[in-house]
């Protein structure tokens, strides 16, 4: 189908999520508008059928959607299928009828000649072809009628072992490797839906194995630091965005905790249970919940849980005199506490590295992750933070290298800025992120979203780019535990 598939008509589609799409053929724009993807999907099908059906061949199309572009062939009879790679397939062929070459003739053997009755040979019948027109494939080697008369060999004794017997600890009938899903994204998930089964684009297998990764359990509590000493870096945002993700596809009990010194904005951001305790409540009563009669659900009472992310909240200090800083004894206490019903804490923190409670986090980190918005003072504190741990050595130091940096774009960014304002707001997140890259094992790029700036901060009211690139943090930072 695909060699009759010629360049011309030149034909591209594009599916939106929104249930619009548009098919254009040769420079003609034909718009579709639909209830949903599927149906979008099928007026498009219909539109490039009818072409293929005037021109009596197959045609190409080129395909772009939100998960990337692609080229399907598409068939008078509105089949369609995949385009074959330029490279020799790998693991096709068993989605894509290929049609099979001629055979090659056999190999002329030379054997001893066999004296036979004089008599004419018969002919050899010729070899029926498949409903293909393809010759039928021969395993095995080519044997002359001479050989094929011969007798069989004597049975080989029992007691001698046959060539090439294997033991059977060395053998196993289980199917070691997964078998791929097939696409459920953009045109191949909506012609995977309707029957035909197509792989999933790289950018789908990308996101596949960030789910995977952050899926995982691992053996006992990991903390995780958000760090920077400069205010207004994205802190907060960090540690609840990392928190949901985490969360919600590892299934782990995961907390973020607000450990500034004094009083800190997470309570702010996030869903306030039935109670006013914070940190200062869990470490009084931090006997109780560590005593070997204490009860998961004890902790309910202590933290503020989020509906729909399914994280907990440990609030820091509220009190109106804020005459109380935390100290490192207390950190002790407090991640004690939690790491006896959390498998993950996410920690968020204040702006003083030299605090003692910011050390003491520190200590108990067993990944960094270091935010900052994309505006140079934000980058330089993020510079001087790691810095400041790198000369510490030892394990500061170590977290430093094993840093992930997650760079968002300024949130003095409008959706109301001009083209060129919004090219610089991202040429500038791409210029922070490209000078920490040699510097840690991470970097990661995060869009503007509105969601983020004010309020309560929930997974669902991001933007899917939004949603995507928080993933691709989450797994980065989960491939540190």
């Known amino acids: 189908m695909e060699t009759q598939a010629l360049d011309f008509p030149k034909i591209n589609a594009v599916l939106r999520t929104n249930g619009t799409g548009e098919v254009t053929i040769n420079g003609t724009s034909h718009a579709i508008e639909a209830a949903d993807e599927a149906a979008v999907l099928a007026d498009a099908i219909r539109l490039i059928t009818e072409t293929a059906v005037q021109l009596g061949r197959p045609v190409r199309v080129s395909t772009t959607d939100p998960d990337g572009q692609g080229l399907i062939i ?36 030379t054997t001893t000649p066999v004296p036979a009755p004089p008599r004419e040979a018969p002919q050899p019948e010729e070899t029926p072809e498949d409903p293909t027109g393809a010759a039928p494939v021969t395993f095995g080697a080519a044997v002359t009628d001479a050989a094929a008369q011969e007798p069989a060999p ?86 609840v965005m990392l928190s949901a993700i985490l969360a919600r596809y590892s299934g782990a009990a995961t907390v973020a905790w607000d450990n500034n010194e004094s009083q800190g904005t997470l309570g702010w951001r996030t869903e306030q249970g039935g109670h006013n305790n914070s940190v200062l409540d869990l470490i009084d009563s931090s006997k109780a919940l560590l005593s070997p009669s204490a009860q998961a659900a004890e902790i309910a009472q202590f933290v503020h849980h989020q509906t729909s992310d399914k994280f907990d909240v440990l609030r820091s200090d509220e009190n109106d005199e804020g005459d109380h800083e935390v100290t490192a004894e207390e950190v002790d206490i407090a991640h004690q506490v939690l790491t006896r019903y959390y498998r993950l804490i996410v920690m968020d923190s204040g702006n003083t590295a030299r605090a003692a409670n910011w050390r003491r986090m520190i ?34 130091a170590e977290l430093a290298r094993n840093a992930v940096v997650i760079v968002s774009e300024s949130t003095d960014a409008k959706r109301s800025m001009s083209g060129d304002a919004l090219k610089r707001a991202k040429d500038e997140a791409r210029r922070i992120a490209d000078g920490f890259a040699p ?43």
């Open 154 to 239: 004597a049975a080989t004794p029992a007691a001698e072992e046959p060539a090439g017997r294997r033991s059977l600890k060395d053998t196993s009938f289980l199917i070691s490797t997964p078998v791929l899903q097939p696409a459920t994204r953009g045109w191949r998930g909506a012609l995977s839906r309707l029957g035909f089964r197509m792989d999933p684009s790289a950018e789908e297998l990308a996101e596949r194995e960030d789910i995977r990764t952050v899926s995982q359990h691992w053996p006992g509590p990991r903390t995780v630091a958000v760090v920077n000493r400069k205010g207004g870096a994205n802190k907060t945002p960090t540690v």
């Open 439 to 481: 510097h840690v094992r991470a970097v990661v790029r995060i869009p503007y979203d509105p969601a983020l700036v004010n309020g309560p901060i929930r997974y669902d009211a991001l933007q899917p780019a939004t949603q995507r690139a928080w993933l691709a943090a989450a797994a980065a930072v989960a491939k540190g535990f």
């Open 363 to 396: 200590h108990h980190t067993n990944q960094l992750v270091v935010p900052v918005t994309a505006i140079e003072d934000r980058a330089e504190a993020a510079r001087l933070t790691l810095q400041t741990l790198e000369s510490r050595g030892g394990h500061d």
């Open 74 to 109: 598409v068939s008078p009879e509105g089949v369609v299928s995949e385009a074959t790679p330029i490279k020799p397939a790998s693991r096709r062929e068993d989605i894509l009828p290929v049609k099979a070459a001629p055979s090659p003739e056999p190999a002329k053997v």
